[in-house]
């Protein structure tokens, strides 16, 4: 698979990700007359069911990450060379920058523009590291490639709600949730302490899955990444990692 | 498959898939108080519930377009005769018209109503050609056939949110809609403008399945598309269609 | 599979799904304050997650029919004999009966009980008629054993709002709902009309069933049905049918 | 598979679904502004998703029972040494407790409480144990490991609705929300009762267990379970029981 249908189909599904993530956020606050629980319901599901539907249609095609985090521990894990590592993550974080235009059109709102929804705080670090620890659990341990799909999208749907912060778990989103002053949105100033935790979180997991799922799996790459390492047939293709 | 055994299956399927999206709009306008996003919710996950059980009830019979935008892309590729591709869609609008007629009879309402739902504006337009883009991918995108029911109902689902203009990606039910003075209801006057940002979506969707998957299917058919390419064993059969 | 074993399962079966749909019933009337497109979701997850369990766990034992009118299609189609079909009928009513009263127990309310909800009239017996027909439908027309369970439960749940009568769709269900004065009770009066309409509504989607799906089937038994042709290996166990 | 990462594995799984049960149930109260409906549906579809979740993730490493009761029972039927029951009836127990504490942190709630919410009386038993045994009933009866996962997501998640005590159905989630004060607690006194019907339950699903299922499965290991026995390939590892 060339890297530039890989990057497209990253770039499309990060793009419906966060249109999906901030787009049925407008909806459900439009119309659900200040009850935050079934806005925060109506988003969760809208998120999870098109998150699964990208992931099961776009993994075979580019593994379907759409998630910086994602991407950086398949690096790590030599799954992943450094090179297409930066290319994914550039395109993970435009995809959903220009998904959460496309929303904001959408809706006949101001294209560009900046939060000021307050996520601060211990509490909401703590968040978003477990939603990200579980995310990279489920994308390193799961058996089947085809469970994947549903197995990401219900653990992202349980964390919007057992998480304080809502599980944005993921750094191209929370970026592009800075440019929308929308129920989805997050202030700018707040973004580096959600990536932070997010990053911490993912880097743990990639602990416990070597923990948990050791003799499972094929032994890990020793060494430096190459890139025929990575283009070899069989490892690129056999499961579809996701986030 | 006889074709008059395909449009049997396309009529049952249209005429459920409309009595649901407009009886359940009914249902849950009489229950939820005033409040919308409660009313879209259960609006929502009745479509997405029978649209994945008819995909995988009569996919098989007739691949389950009920959609005239699915069956124009597929006989432009070359997957259905025009002449079969005609009849779909006559049997597909009726069928959803009969569908609105049925929930009205189901609900005491008047059987022929015409909406005064405003629907219009370019970002409900937009909302309507990403709606069709992203369905008309999956519809050609997806890998196992048995995965299309859930992936087109999840798709459609999350859109009834994400979308300003709640997803009606379908030029049949757009048509029976305007004749349903309920909530899922949209003015004659407004049905032009949609169905053609539809049909603008799923002719770029057809563009772009052919750059993201190209290399994992079977070449496209060139040439004019004959009555016996199209009967062939194997290509009407390999795969459920949807919409 | 011995009949005892099978009318166990049919049994244990009918009282979990009467006393899921009465019992979510109370306890939705009682959280939601006096919202009832609330109650009515929470009584629709309810009744689809126990549905899809059910059909999973005890189809392969008694192919989970839970539903006379599901019994009686498999007895004109000569796929269960008339004396197991009369004890199915039997159990079936016994065992919502005896869910009925479990939820009553449960909360805390007086054992047996008259339904005053009144649930009548062409809409209502039209609605009837539908749900019905396309639960048959499902049950005789899905490809895969292991679909059955989502898609009866989905079905029903679709059905749950988009027809007037809120899909009882089972005669035994029906009749234990009438013990019930309570979310999802039926007068004791109006039962008939809806047993009628749901018979009437199974015995259409047989024919319709024979139309859609007759090559893909293997020929219908012609004749009387005997214990043997019933009994024969491959066609009890060869699928589970549901209701 | 060793004991170690077995324990790991469990530990993790009761760790997330306490933390989910809990936190989901403050979040959901938060927002729910006083409408107990919405706030327990959101509870519920939190932990639905994330126990289907864990149950599919770690099912292959510990068969994720993450249950007390579940591990009683498989002690009784031979599947689980008692030596190993008692590992894992203490992992789950801390995990669980574990898990109500991380949920608190991430709330910005005091890290230790005690619950004063009361849950006590015969209905309240009653649907404890029926929730119990029903979860045995799937965790025994289920027909494709595979399926485990949705099947034991899906009864909770009804059970959560149709029994009057919102089917806690698992010892150490019990004692676990006798440490939180919030929608989701139980008064530590109240504790015993709900246990005492949990087991109850439990032993009851084994013995119908044995009448429904019994020809359809391997012969029940006879005579005392020794650490080989349980050891032995294509036991432990054959399917993935849950709880």
Redesign the interface.
Known sequence: ?SLT?RL??EG?GSL?LA??V???GV??ER????????????????????L??LI???G??SRAHFNPAVSLVEALRGSLSWRDTVAYVLVQVLGCCLGAI??H????LPWLQSSAHVRT????W??EA?AAF?LI??VL????S??AA??VA??I??A???????SFANPAITIARSLSDTFAGIRPVDVPGFIIAQLGGALLALL?AR???R??RAPAVEGPTTASTVAAPGRLESRADHG
Do not use: C, E, K
């Open positions: 698979m249908r497209a189909a499309i419906f249109a999906t901030v787009g049925s909806m459900a119309l659900a007359g200040g009850n935050s629980a079934i806005a925060l319901l109506a988003n969760t599901l809208a998120t999870v069911a098109v699964a539907v099961a249609l776009l075979p095609v496309l929303a059109a959408m809706f006949d705080g211990p509490g909401q703590l968040g477990v579980g659990l489920v341990g799961h058996r089947r085809q469970d549903w197995m219900a653990w749907g349980a919007y709600w057992f998480t304080a912060s809502t416990a923990l948990l799922f003799t499972q």
